[in-house]
């Protein structure tokens, strides 16, 4: 079965640095979202992409963090500077219409 | 607005009982819901959707959700759960973004 990718599993930064994480959805999945997961809280979602335009924003910290989705295929999530309280879960997923998302693995940020 | 509400954050059972999960939307539009399960340092896995037609849909591991409308819940089922089963739990609506609940965290004892 088709898997969303995303890299790094793991990243540690130090505060003030810049931060990306990357996501390549499934194949023909138009829409792409980028999800934060803070330990013991429900996926907050940041940014939500159709093909390579934005279509929601509205929760992303947008003095420090970026999107995009060049060509409408694969994403990168940015932060900088990263911040303490950046430390968290970050989960991609992608969806050929609003019927089911795929996840992918995710990155576990910790900022020090 | 659209929300999702899980009404309760932890839920520990004995293995082999039965369990409920319960789940409550908000919505002005007509939505889509689903339930995710999430095992630790892992991405969510689909355990079932309702999108329409028979108010009561079944899932994988024996999962089953009922679509109650009127009172704008899907609460989550299973009549017999396993120590596999722990794991964090999550209400979803789709209505144009797909938005989570809170999560409730499943604990099956021996």
């Known amino acids: 079965e088709a898997e969303v990718a995303q890299s790094p599993r793991y990243k540690i930064t130090e505060k003030s640095q810049a931060v990306a994480f990357w996501c390549d959805p499934i194949?023909?999945?138009?829409?792409l979202y980028w999800y934060r997961q803070i330990l013991g809280q429900g996926p907050e979602l940041l940014v939500q992409?159709?093909?390579?335009?934005?279509?929601?924003d509205s929760q992303l910290p947008k003095d420090r963090f970026s999107a995009e989705r060049l060509k409408g295929v694969d994403s990168t999530l940015k932060i900088q500077p990263a911040e303490l309280g950046d430390s968290a879960m970050y989960l991609c997923?992608?969806?050929?219409?609003?019927?089911?998302?795929?996840f992918g693995q995710g990155t576990r940020l910790t900022v020090v | 607005a659209q929300s999702v509400t899980q009404l309760d954050s932890q839920v520990p059972v004995f293995e082999e009982a039965p369990v409920e999960l319960r789940c409550n939307y908000s919505?002005?539009?007509?939505?889509?819901l689903f339930w995710y399960v999430q095992y630790p340092n892992q991405g969510l896995q689909l355990l079932l959707k309702?999108?329409?037609?028979?108010?009561l849909v079944k899932g994988i591991n024996g999962f089953e959700a009922e679509f109650n409308k009127s009172q704008t819940s899907f609460h989550l089922r299973k009549p017999s759960v396993h120590i596999s089963d722990t794991a964090e739990y999550f209400c979803?609506?789709?209505?144009?973004?797909?938005?989570f609940g809170q999560g409730t965290t499943l604990q099956v004892k021996p």
């Open positions: 997923a992608s969806s050929l219409e609003g019927s089911r998302a795929f």
């Open positions: 194949s023909g999945h138009a829409t």
């Open positions: 992409f159709q093909d390579e335009s934005v279509v929601d």
């Open positions: 919505s002005s539009v007509s939505v889509y």
């Open positions: 309702y999108l329409s037609g028979s108010t």
């Open positions: 979803a609506l789709f209505s144009g973004k797909l938005i």
